[in-house]
């Protein structure tokens, strides 16, 4: 009997134990990632400096690959490690406490109270705002592209 519960005790901690790391990268979708929240770091944003002038080689956690010369997207190769950087900076599941949607976001809304890049989205309804939550959310609210 005891022993019986002690196994169960310690499954279930080996589970909880296991989780995060496997959640983290099967809730954030990789394709989605891709095609719509990736085209948002380079997009021109009223008043905004594009985010990608700053977060490309940038000294702070936030770091996008830089493009090769001429190019206007990233290649397969850096979109992974773009994917791999901004991964470390949401909380999957959880937009409200994900570092890389209140930096850019207006305090008022919830966002950080400072970001040198700005209030780049007023508020959670901002269409690009929303899909950045979208991807953080995960795959069951995404709209996913087909897997290729
Ligand atoms: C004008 C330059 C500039 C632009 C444009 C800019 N940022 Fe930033 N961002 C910074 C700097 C500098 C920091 C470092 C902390 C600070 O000074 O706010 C930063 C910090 C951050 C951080 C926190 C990184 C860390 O180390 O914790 C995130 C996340 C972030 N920015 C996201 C964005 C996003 C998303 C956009 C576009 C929607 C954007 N930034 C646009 C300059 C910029």
Known sequence: ??????GMVMAVAVTLGAAPAFSAEQALNYAFFKTRVEPIFLKKR???VRCYVCHSDSN??????????????WNEEQSRRNFE???QLVMP?????????L???APEAGGFPYHSGGRQFAN???PDWKILAQWVRGPK???????K
């Open 1 to 6: 009997m005891m022993r019986n519960r002690l």
């Open 46 to 48: 009223s008043d905004h």
């Open 60 to 73: 702070n956690a936030f770091k996008l690959q830089k493009l090769a010369a001429g190019s206007k997207s």
């Open 85 to 87: 950087i901004a991964s």
């Open 93 to 101: 599941g959880d937009p409200a406490n994900s570092i890389l949607l």
């Open 103 to 105: 930096r850019p976001l």
């Open 124 to 126: 959670k309804n901002d």
């Open 141 to 147: 609210q995404a709209a996913t592209p087909p897997k």
